[in-house]
C-alpha cells in the first residue's frame, strides 16, 4: 500500500504564530489528500479535502483562512495553520487513498 | 447524514480472552466498512475491511461481519495478546466514496 509521511511529527510554538505541517506520498502520485484532526479521546474529524492543483474543500464548521492547504504536487500537500492558538493544538493526520486509505503518522502540534 | 457509534472503553482485558467491541452505524445505501488500528505512538492502520452486505473481513485473528440487517460491524479476537494493546476505530466510506467516517476509538488494554 501507499507509504504517506508527514513533518514534523511534533511542534511546539508560541500562539500567533503559523505552523507548516507537511505530507508526502512517498510511492504513489496522489491528486486528492485528506487532512483529519483528532483531538483527545476523540475521533478523527475530517478536515479537508486536498485536490492537486486546483482549491482544496473544506468541511462545513472549518475555517479555511484558518487552515490553508496547498498540494502542488502529485506527492505534497501542506497545511498551514495561521495564527494559532491554544485551541488549535491538537494532532493533525493526512491520507491519501489508493483502492483504500492510508494514513501519515500525524503531526502534534501545542500552541502555548 | 452519516456516523459511526463504538462502545465506549477503555476495554481491559487478560491475555488469551474473548474480544468484542461493537460497532454500529447510519448510512444511506450500504457504504464500505473499516476497522482501524493505532499503536501507541504509530499512525492509523487498516486493520479489515468488509465493502458489502455479508462479507467478513479478517486480519491477524481479528474478524467483522457486515451485517445490513443491524447495520454493524462488530470487531472479534478469540483470544487477544498484549501486543493487541492499540486504539481501534471503526469507519465508512462516505458517499462520494472519498472519505472516511470514523467512530470515536476504542481503546484496548491488554495485561499478561
Known amino acids: 500500500g501507499a507509504v504517506v509521511s508527514q513533518h514534523p511529527s511534533w511542534v511546539i510554538c508560541k500562539s500567533g504564530t503559523s505552523v507548516k505541517i507537511e505530507c508526502r506520498s512517498l510511492d504513489f502520485q496522489a491528486t486528492t489528500m485528506f487532512w483529519y484532526r483528532q483531538f483527545p479521546k476523540k475521533s478523527l474529524m475530517l478536515m479537508a479535502t486536498?485536490?492537486?492543483?486546483?482549491?482544496?474543500?473544506?468541511e462545513q464548521g472549518v475555517e479555511k483562512d484558518k487552515f490553508l492547504i496547498n498540494h502542488a504536487s502529485l506527492t505534497l500537500s501542506t497545511l498551514t495553520v495561521t495564527s494559532a492558538h491554544p485551541e488549535d493544538s491538537s494532532f493533525y493526520i493526512c491520507?491519501?487513498?489508493?483502492?483504500?486509505?492510508?494514513f501519515g503518522p500525524g503531526t502534534r502540534l501545542l500552541v502555548l | 447524514g452519516n456516523s459511526v457509534t463504538q462502545m465506549e472503553g477503555p476495554v481491559t482485558l487478560s491475555e488469551e480472552a474473548f474480544l468484542t467491541i461493537n460497532c454500529t452505524y447510519t448510512?444511506?445505501?450500504?457504504?464500505?466498512l473499516f476497522w482501524y488500528v493505532q499503536y501507541p505512538g504509530e499512525g492509523l492502520q487498516l486493520l479489515l475491511k468488509a465493502t458489502k452486505a455479508d462479507d467478513k473481513g479478517s486480519n491477524k485473528g481479528f474478524e467483522a461481519t457486515y451485517r445490513k440487517e443491524t447495520t454493524s460491524f462488530h470487531l472479534e479476537k478469540g483470544s487477544v495478546q498484549v501486543s493487541d494493546s492499540a486504539v481501534y476505530f471503526c469507519a465508512l466510506l462516505n458517499q462520494a466514496g472519498t472519505a472516511l467516517i470514523f467512530g470515536k476509538g476504542t481503546t484496548l488494554s491488554v495485561s499478561s
Open positions: 448510512a444511506t445505501g450500504y457504504p464500505s
Open positions: 491520507s491519501v487513498t489508493e483502492e483504500t486509505q492510508y
Open positions: 486536498s485536490n492537486e492543483g486546483s482549491k482544496a474543500t473544506y
